[in-house]
């Protein structure tokens, strides 16, 4: 059975960070691209950031400079350490795990950021 559990969501105040981290099991993880989406009320699902199994990265651009995704495949955890936060990052995060013939999604995360 395949299951992606996030973790490390919460209410922030405006400029403060967080970590999330989503542990994988039932998937040979460190061959699978892994992905972090998030979705605000009434919103599209969007994509974050992600990481392959090469440990190369891509982010959004409201993303970039703020926020770092890695992984450890030892663990089968990925993690998204977000930085100087805005109201505007206030959503459900999502973890993601994508091989060729498969797509995994996680039950997401709440990341909301007010004063």
């Known amino acids: 059975q395949v299951e992606l559990v996030e973790s490390g969501g919460g209410l922030v105040q405006p400029g403060g960070s967080l970590r999330l981290s989503c542990v994988a099991s039932?998937?040979?993880?460190?061959?699978?691209?892994m992905a972090w989406y998030r979705q605000a009320p009434g919103k599209q699902r969007e994509l974050v950031a992600s990481i392959d199994s090469g440990g190369n990265t891509n982010y959004d651009d409201s993303a970039k400079g703020r926020f770092t995704v890695s992984r450890d495949n030892a663990k089968s955890t990925m993690y998204l350490r977000m930085s100087s936060l805005k109201p505007e990052d206030t959503a459900v995060y999502f973890c993601?795990?994508?091989?060729?013939?498969?797509?995994?999604w996680g039950q997401g995360t709440q990341v909301t950021v007010s004063s």
């Open positions: 039932g998937i040979f993880f460190r061959r699978y691209l």
């Open positions: 993601n795990g994508q091989s060729v013939l498969n797509n995994y």
